[in-house]
Structure formats: structure tokens, C-alpha cells
């Protein structure tokens, strides 16, 4: 079945980008949208975004000037780059598979049904 | 401040039954059949339990049910097991802005 593995530096110095990476093993990249989530310590979910295998992209408003998520196919990974950090963005990074629905013509994309286990970046200097 | 609205935490006997609230607005929860609830336990992943307000993914137990009245959707989680103690957390398309909104979650305690 479909694993993701998520990898990159656990610390990041405030003002510069964390940069993270999600594998995908046991299936192609390109027949689904991957997305990014986080937990800050001791709290809830927050949605980063998502892309599928063609580069579309979608983003958390609040977010959205710092964020950049990015695809390779032939290496079957995704990738989230974010911006200008400081300590409000320490957290657990998920990267998830993005499922959908469909009605009235368009798909909605908003369920993640297969999770990688997460890796901790923490912001300090 | 989340987007959707839980309560901090519900708990319940082994056997009993316990749900679990999750409001929205007209933009979110009200608005698209396009609710999820996730199971985390401590130092975990979360796990897909319930989508598109009542669809159970394969290998969830029944025990497991989704519903929504208005702008508030629920998990109802029946005949409580040990097993059942995490936090859950809803989550909905958010028509708005065209993302995905999460509520703060709720800590399940089995007593």
C-alpha cells in the first residue's frame, strides 16, 4: 500500500526557509493531490496545502505568501518550502494524501486518507 | 482561533455511547457534504475515521459514525473501548477561500 515518508533538517534559524520533502513509496505520484499539515506542540491541525502531479497548487490564506509546495514525479516526491520563519512555526510537518469529492461538475479536494509519520522542525537560533 | 468549533474534551464509560460536536458556518460544515474526522493518538499520525460526513474508509469499525444537522456535524463513536481514548479532530472544505479548515479537537477520554 501507498507510505510516505517525510524528511528534512529538524532545525531551522527564525527568517530562513524550512524545507521539507515527502517520499511516496508504493504507488505513483501522479494519480492523486498530496497536501502538507502541521501541529504546533500540545496543539491542533492546521492545513498548509496541496498540489497534484501536474504542479496545481492550493493554499491556507494565512499562509499563503510564505508557502511554496512543489512536485518531482520522476522522483515521486513533494516538497514545502516555507518562508521567513520564526518559533510560531515549530511544529510537526505531516505530509498526507489528499482524497476527494465530487458534485455538481467539480471535484472538492478536502480528506487525507494516507499520512506519512511526521517529522519535527523546531525555529531557533 | 480555529475554524470549526469543538469542545476541548468528552469522555464515557467502556460500552457506553459518545458523540462529539464540530460546528461550522454556511462557507464550511453548512454548506458541502465535505466533512472528515480524524483519530490521533499521542505521538501519531492522525487516522482517517469518517468522510464526506458519513463514510466509513475501509477497516474502520462501525462502532465509528458520522452525521450533520445545520451547521454542526458529529461523530457519535458507540460501545467505547480502551482503545478509543485520543483526540479527534473534524475538518471540512471551505468554500470561501477553496481549502480545507480543521476544528481545534477534542480530547476522548474512556473512563
Known amino acids: 500500500q501507498v507510505q510516505l515518508q517525510e524528511s528534512g533538517p529538524g532545525l531551522v534559524k527564525p527568517s530562513e526557509t524550512l524545507s521539507l520533502t515527502c517520499t511516496v513509496s508504493?504507488?505513483?505520484?501522479?494519480?492523486?493531490?498530496w497536501s502538507w499539515i502541521r501541529q504546533p506542540p500540545g496543539k491542533g491541525l492546521e492545513y498548509i496545502g496541496y498540489?497534484?502531479?501536474?504542479?496545481?497548487?492550493n493554499y491556507n490564506p494565512s499562509l499563503k505568501s510564505r508557502v511554496t509546495i512543489s512536485v518531482d514525479t520522476s522522483k515521486n516526491q513533494f516538497s514545502l518550502k516555507l518562508s521567513s520563519v520564526t518559533a510560531a512555526d515549530t511544529a510537526v510537518y505531516y505530509c498526507?494524501?489528499?482524497?476527494?469529492?465530487?458534485?455538481?461538475?467539480?471535484?472538492?479536494?478536502?480528506?487525507?486518507?494516507?499520512w506519512g509519520k511526521g517529522t519535527t522542525v523546531t525555529v531557533s537560533s | 482561533q480555529s475554524a470549526l468549533t469543538q469542545p476541548p474534551s468528552a469522555s464515557g464509560s467502556p460500552g457506553q455511547s459518545v458523540t462529539i460536536s464540530c460546528t461550522g458556518t454556511?462557507?464550511?460544515?453548512?454548506?458541502?457534504?465535505?466533512v472528515s474526522w480524524y483519530q490521533q493518538h499521542p505521538g501519531k499520525a492522525p487516522k482517517l475515521m469518517i468522510y464526506?460526513?458519513?463514510k466509513r474508509p475501509s477497516g474502520v469499525p462501525d462502532r465509528f459514525s458520522g452525521s450533520r444537522s445545520g451547521y454542526t456535524a458529529s461523530l457519535t463513536v458507540s460501545g467505547l473501548q480502551a482503545e478509543d481514548e485520543a483526540d479527534y479532530y473534524c475538518?471540512?472544505?471551505?468554500?470561501?477561500?477553496?481549502?480545507?479548515?480543521f476544528g481545534g479537537g477534542t480530547k476522548l477520554t474512556v473512563l
Open positions: 475538518s471540512s472544505y471551505a468554500g470561501n477561500n477553496n481549502y480545507v479548515v
Open positions: 498526507a494524501r489528499v482524497g476527494s469529492g465530487y458534485s455538481y461538475g467539480s471535484y472538492y479536494y478536502y480528506y487525507m486518507d494516507v
Open positions: 454556511s462557507s464550511d460544515v453548512g454548506g458541502y457534504n465535505y
Open positions: 508504493g504507488g505513483s505520484i501522479s494519480s492523486y493531490y
Open positions: 498540489i497534484n502531479y501536474s504542479g496545481s497548487t
Open positions: 464526506e460526513v458519513t
